[in-house]
């Protein structure tokens, strides 16, 4: 899901990066492009009409960023757009202070209610609760059957009716109707204060389409449990219609939160990205599957950046804006752009980025690292490690003035960092080579001052 849309999205992004600055109708085409991206993608038109006049407002007025060039900010900009489209923060399943929980399931038939009913209740035995499942659909013939199939899977007890009998077999000691899901829900709620189940999951009936018998029967069995959360269920399949059905939903019976299933799917999957600012409820499991294990908490972070499809580099963003020192790499510039550049400044710039983490996984997350594993591969911090080892043996002088390296202080060095001569030879005439074309390209491009993001 979503493969389209996130190419899109690369796609127009592609087009801002190499520019120093971005004129408005930079910003303009690309907010054009994006808008086009979410309208193929399904995504309901007012959350699009939002969502474009937000990243337009911002990528205007944004600061002149010295950490971030500005296609990297228009990135920023989208991404956090998206996670605010999504919900902001990630959601908890709120539990009830005095057990049981109550989480009541609401959509349409074949959302995967009953599946999820076995996630979830999978998901609460992990975390140490002891849930119960209540089958409430009493209207699709099999729909019991298959929440005992899942249960028992699950390893998760089931309340149901027995079909032909009453409530608790032959006996009916609850005295309750095994036709009325109303009675079955109470009965469940019942049976788990009595044998102490902290989480009860009610599974209801859903229709194929919005009725309102269907809509009558479940806000019946929210009255009856009331419910600590109200899950709607929605197929991320379903395109344009999830909006009207989440909203008939919301205004039908009520929900605290949704549950995106089959986002394993192909299909566009746009409107369910619409779901969360349409009816104000977050996002809070997504279900990508029909294993039980098929299914994680929502975090509108990490589905905001799999949508932008941007490897890891959001994270690379957000590591270079912690970890830049603007008063550092401006006299870096300073330096390269007068030949002053010492080995001193490059040691510190090179401690600079490796705090970012091993060089290999920088470079790892950038786009399109996918197929260069293998050069990945040789990038070794060893060779850096040799490169600070040897700079480290050097005096302050020497680092300020290499020229004064001689045949036996690179002698010294070597023994002292532990490396052959030739090693200190290769790093000396390379930072020779490399200043004298930093030098070159600072006089040629009216570098310094510009050295960040291109220019
Ligand atoms: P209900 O009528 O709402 O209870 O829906 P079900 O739980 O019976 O699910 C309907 C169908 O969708 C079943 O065939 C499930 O196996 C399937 N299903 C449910 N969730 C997912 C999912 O996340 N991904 C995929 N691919 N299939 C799913």
């Given at each position: 899901m979503f493969e389209s849309l996130s190419d899109r999205l690369a796609g127009a992004l592609k087009d801002l990066r190499g520019k120093g600055r971005l004129s408005p109708s930079d910003i303009d085409a690309t907010a054009r492009e994006i808008r086009l991206a979410l309208l193929e993608a399904d995504v309901a038109l007012p959350v699009v009409r939002g969502f474009i006049g937000k990243v337009k407002e911002r990528a205007k007025g944004a600061e002149v960023s010295a950490a971030l060039n500005p296609a990297q900010q228009v990135v920023k900009i989208v991404n956090e757009e998206l996670i605010n489209i999504l919900g902001g923060e990630t959601r908890r399943l709120r539990l009830a202070k005095?057990?049981?929980?109550?989480?009541?399931?609401?959509?349409?038939?074949?959302?995967?209610?009953?599946?999820?009913?076995?996630?979830?209740?999978?998901?609460?035995?992990?975390?140490?609760?002891?849930?119960?499942?209540?089958?409430?659909?009493?209207?699709?013939?099999?729909?019991?059957?298959?929440?005992?199939?899942?249960?028992?899977?699950?390893?998760?007890?089931?309340?149901?009716?027995?079909?032909?009998?009453?409530?608790?077999?032959?006996?009916?000691?609850?005295?309750?109707?095994?036709?009325?899901?109303?009675?079955?829900?109470?009965?469940?709620?019942?049976?788990?204060?009595?044998?102490?189940?902290?989480?009860?999951?009610?599974?209801?009936?859903?229709?194929?389409?919005?009725?309102?018998e269907l809509m009558r029967q479940a806000a019946g069995i929210r009255d009856a449990v009331n419910p600590d959360e109200t899950l709607f269920v929605l197929d991320a399949m379903i395109g344009q219609d999830a909006v009207s059905t989440a909203e008939a939903f919301r205004d039908g019976v009520g929900f605290t939160g949704v549950v995106l299933t089959k986002l394993d799917g192909d299909a566009r999957g746009g409107a369910a990205l619409s779901v969360r600012e349409i009816t104000g409820q977050p996002i809070l499991?997504?279900?990508?599957?029909?294993?039980?294990?098929?299914?994680?908490?929502?975090?509108?972070?990490?589905?905001?950046?799999?949508?932008?499809?941007?490897?890891?580099?959001l994270t690379l963003i957000e590591q270079a804006e912690q970890v830049y020192d603007a008063k550092q790499a401006e006299e870096a510039a300073r330096k390269i752009g007068s030949g002053e550049l010492t080995l001193e400044d490059f040691l510190e710039q090179m401690l600079a980025i490796r705090k970012m983490g091993p060089i290999g996984n920088l470079l790892g997350m950038l786009p399109g690292a996918g197929q260069m594993k293998d050069v990945l591969a040789q990038v070794d911090d060893k060779q850096l490690d040799r490169v600070q080892a040897i700079i480290r043996?050097?005096?302050?002088?020497?680092?300020?003035?290499?020229?004064?390296?001689?045949?036996?202080?690179?002698?010294?060095?070597?023994?002292?960092?532990?490396?052959?001569?030739?090693?200190?030879?290769?790093?000396?005439?390379?930072?020779?080579?490399?200043?004298?074309?930093?030098?070159?390209?600072?006089?040629q491009f009216g570098l310094p001052g510009a050295g960040r993001g291109g220019k």
């Open positions: 005095n057990p049981p929980t109550v989480i009541m399931l609401a959509g349409l038939q074949g959302a995967g209610k009953t599946t999820l009913a076995g996630k979830l209740a999978t998901w609460l035995k992990g975390q140490g609760h002891t849930p119960l499942l209540v089958a409430c659909d009493l209207q699709r013939p099999g729909a019991v059957t298959q929440l005992q199939v899942v249960g028992e899977r699950a390893g998760v007890p089931v309340f149901a009716p027995h079909p032909g009998t009453s409530i608790g077999g032959g006996e009916n000691p609850l005295g309750v109707s095994a036709s009325d899901p109303i009675d079955v829900a109470r009965a469940g709620i019942e049976e788990a204060k009595q044998k102490q189940y902290d989480v009860v999951i009610v599974d209801t009936a859903g229709r194929l389409g919005i009725d309102e499991f997504a279900s990508t599957g029909e294993k039980l294990e098929d299914f994680d908490v929502f975090h509108p972070d990490r589905m905001a950046s799999r949508i932008l499809g941007m490897g890891d580099l043996g050097m005096t302050p002088a020497e680092r300020a003035n290499p020229k004064i390296i001689n045949a036996s202080r690179r002698l010294r060095i070597a023994n002292g960092s532990g490396v052959s001569v030739s090693d200190v030879n290769q790093l000396v005439d390379r930072f020779f080579e490399a200043k004298k074309m930093m030098g070159a390209m600072s006089r």
